[in-house]
């Protein structure tokens, strides 16, 4: 889920960030001030994946930069700016807490992200002990769900059980597959969906016959060799292998897959179904070219709806290059934060849940209430601060928080036919 740049593109990222140590992101302050600062920590994995944290931060300034050039927020008649704080969460939950305290200390109690599902679970219990809102916009773990979160605890991405229901009853409902194997990391992420699509698939019908693990610490997943885990699950001959990976590592899985003997004597190769990632432009740059016709992805990034093309367009115009698949989800957060805060005239977290719904079209809106899409922010200030309701249709599609603080989900279902991304079926919630 980490695209690679190119070089030109990094030389761009490096003149407008400053890199205090290798592990560190942040604006340049010097050339920013902020009228009436609204603190907001952004945080990200650099350790485990710069490229994709600087994506993601991106695409949260973009949405700070669209908001404080149109007035910024008017909290109790005081005009305010968003000011946003770079944190690394470093990939594991010891650097995770450490960031809370860090935040603690700079009196910043609103948080986006973290990235991943093994420093998500422990921050937001950590959060949850400090009052502070954290909204991810790439942890799909399903215990965040169902922790007693005193509604402080969101994402705009959707949970794992799902994305993961889907794929399973696709393939077996849609593709009529009846035997299959699981590819899963080591890891909270790949434990958690690994048990999901197991139990779905076999409660439609079909057969897991193997599942196989590969190590994510202290490797170089680019550079790992996947044949021992490929082998395994290829002797026993199924028709479709679930793939819960990373972008980091799934070009290297298809060279893997096209290298194994095992795999060239199947004369109907088996399809290879991805998780939610950030997969398409790494498979195109270089995945197997004839195992990646084999793939299939799922997405909750609907990449043809107007709202996403929009947020697209405006992201490549400002960076030069293009978002991330979960940048739109970040995006998202801020937005749906920033009108939380204005519904309710306040920065408290307390205030903020009260109306993250209320602005997202789940709960309380009057039948005037006025949809509010990409780049209409001055509209939607306006109608806020007028006591009309919106509802928020976001860059990743309709939010419509539930009552376990995750998103109303649309997925898609692609693949790649003839080096181009392909959006091949639809699914609702």
């Known amino acids: 889920m980490k695209i690679r740049f190119l070089y030109a593109q990094v030389i761009f990222l490096i003149s407008i960030l400053i ?8 604006e340049d302050f010097n050339i920013k001030s902020y009228k ?26 973009m949405a ?34 450490t960031v809370i305290n860090e935040l603690i200390n700079e009196n910043i109690d609103i948080i986006i992200g973290p990235t991943v599902s093994a420093v998500a679970v422990d921050m937001a219990n950590l959060c949850i002990e400090n009052n502070i809102l954290m909204m991810t916009y790439s942890a799909t773990v ?10 402080l605890i969101w994402r705009t991405c959707p949970s794992d059980a799902f ?76 028709q479709i292998i679930f793939t819960i990976v990373f972008e980091l590592e799934i070009g290297k899985i298809t060279q893997d897959f096209w290298a194994s003997p095992l795999y060239q004597n199947y004369v109907l190769k088996p399809k290879i179904f991805l998780t ?13 070219p004839n195992v990646v016709e084999t793939i299939l992805g799922i997405s909750s990034s609907i990449t043809t709806s107007s709202n996403y093309i929009t947020f697209k367009n405006n992201y490549f115009q400002k960076f030069d290059f293009e978002p991330v698949t979960y940048a739109e989800h970040a995006y998202d957060a801020l937005y749906s934060i920033v009108y939380a805060m204005l519904k309710a005239q306040s920065v408290l977290p307390d205030d903020i849940k009260q109306n993250l719904r209320m602005v997202t079209g789940n709960t309380g809106l009057g039948s005037e209430s006025v949809i509010i899409n990409v780049n209409e922010y001055e ?18 599609g309709a939010i419509n928080f539930d ?7 649309k997925f898609v279902i692609w693949g790649i036919r003839n080096g181009e991304y392909t959006e091949i079926s639809y699914f609702e919630k």
Do not use: W
Not at 19 to 26: A, S, Y
Not at 36 to 61: C, L, M, Q, S, Y
Not at 276 to 288: C, H, K, R, T, V
Not at 380 to 389: E, G, P, R, T, W
């Open 36 to 61: 009436n600062p609204i603190k907001i920590a952004v945080v990200g994995d650099v350790t485990i994946g710069r490229e994709f944290a600087e994506n993601v931060f991106f695409a949260v300034k």
């Open 19 to 26: 890199f205090t140590t290798c592990d560190d992101l942040k």
């Open 276 to 288: 939610e990632g950030g997969f398409p432009q790494e498979l195109i740059a270089n995945g197997q």
């Open 379 to 396: 509209k939607a200030k306006v109608f806020l601060l007028s006591d009309i309701d919106i509802n928020y249709e976001g860059a990743s």
């Open 403 to 409: 009552e376990n603080g995750d998103p109303e989900s």
């Open 163 to 238: 994305s993961g229901i889907v794929m399973a009853d696709y393939a077996f409902d849609s593709l009529d597959i009846n035997k299959g194997a699981i590819l899963y990391r080591e890891d909270k992420f790949g434990l958690a969906m690994k048990e999901i699509i197991a139990e779905e698939f076999i409660l439609s019908g079909g057969k897991i016959l193997a599942a196989a693990s590969y190590p994510t610490e202290e490797i170089e997943l680019n550079l790992y060799d996947y044949s021992n885990q490929i082998n395994h699950l290829l002797k026993f001959e199924p």
């Open 142 to 151: 399903p215990e965040l769900s169902y922790l007693n979160d005193r509604n």
């Open 64 to 97: 700070a930069d669209e908001i404080n050039s149109n007035g910024g927020l008017t909290i109790n008649g005081v005009e305010r700016e968003i000011e946003l704080v770079f944190k690394n969460s470093g990939g594991t939950p010891e650097i995770g807490e």
